[in-house]
């Protein structure tokens, strides 16, 4: 069944994008966040129960309507679950306008399109901020789109729900710290190690793929030795083995070298779908 609604929903997203407000990231940031101020102001025990407010709703959902016509509702639920959890619909509308303006050389639109794809363009010149803008595409691909499979497959919609909830927790705790206090400071460091934990297997899976579809001979090597790097953020562990096995084969020209490394990113998601296929062939994932 989570092989079926995986194939169903990442087709459907191909086809249907769902507005940013309906997305599940955008629901908690607009209606759940804002009304705990005071779990907000915990520690890593409130970040968790916050975590768990919508968890524990859909698994709610999920065994009230289990059983219903042949299971049908729960397989709807899932699906709709999934297609909200994907996303990054302004993600991929800035993407987009970034990639205009790369190829047609227009500094400023790329300067613009990069600070809304949360790279500071004020310090970079045009090949590194090139580089920083490939590198957050891969991420939010990762985010956004690995890592929803995975919780997906290995957890379910209980496990996805929570990692989403995660996310998105962290994005509106970063967007909360223009009030930098030493209680708000203590919630983001909280949701950051949260986070830490939750990406530390996938975005690893995710480097090893990399390795594999890069047509690099030195990428495993070096994918492998990310599973020992406990000091580096992920996002720039990701970046940095991606920038590496990469360079072998990636055009450099910078239009060319940005859409090589997303369409890697893609490559990725066909490998472990088919990873995923296998493993439900056989019987190991229902």
Not at 8 to 25: G, N, P, T, W, Y
Not at 108 to 130: F, G, I, M, R, W
Request: aromatic letters at 14%; a positive charge.
């Amino acid at each position: 069944m989570a092989l079926i609604s995986l194939l169903i929903a990442l087709l459907v997203e191909r086809i249907i994008h769902l507005k940013a407000s309906l997305q599940l990231d955008e629901l908690l940031q607009a209606y759940l966040y804002p009304a705990l101020p005071s779990f907000q102001r915990g520690g890593f025990f409130a970040t968790l129960s916050v975590l768990l407010i919508p968890t524990i709703a859909i698994f709610g959902l999920i065994e009230w309507i289990a059983g219903w016509y042949y299971g049908l509702p729960t397989m709807l639920l899932w699906l709709v679950l999934l297609l909200m959890s994907f996303g990054g619909s302004a993600h991929r509308h800035n993407y987009r306008k970034y990639l205009k303006a790369l190829s047609r050389h227009d500094l400023a639109a790329k300067q613009k399109y990069a600070d809304c794809l949360e790279v500071n363009s004020v310090d970079c010149c045009p090949t590194k901020l090139t580089e920083q803008v490939a590198q957050q595409l891969v991420w939010i691909n990762y985010r956004f789109y690995f890592a929803v499979i995975f919780y997906f497959v290995i957890s379910g919609p209980i496990g996805l729900t929570f990692y989403v909830a995660a996310r998105s927790y962290y994005q509106f705790s970063n967007q909360q710290q223009q009030l930098k206090t030493q209680q708000e400071q203590r919630t983001y460091t909280a949701i950051y190690y949260v986070m830490r934990i939750l990406d530390w297997v996938p975005s690893r899976l995710t480097i090893v793929g990399f390795a594999l579809v890069a047509e690099t001979r030195s990428a495993l090597p070096i994918s492998l030795k990310a599973w020992f790097d406990v000091k580096t953020p992920e996002f720039e562990l990701l970046g940095k083995i991606m920038y590496q096995v990469s360079q072998g084969d990636a055009p450099s020209e910078c239009y060319n070298h940005t859409c090589y490394q997303v369409q890697l990113a893609k490559r990725n998601i066909v490998l472990f779908m088919t990873v995923i296929s296998l493993f439900t062939i056989n019987g190991t994932l229902i």
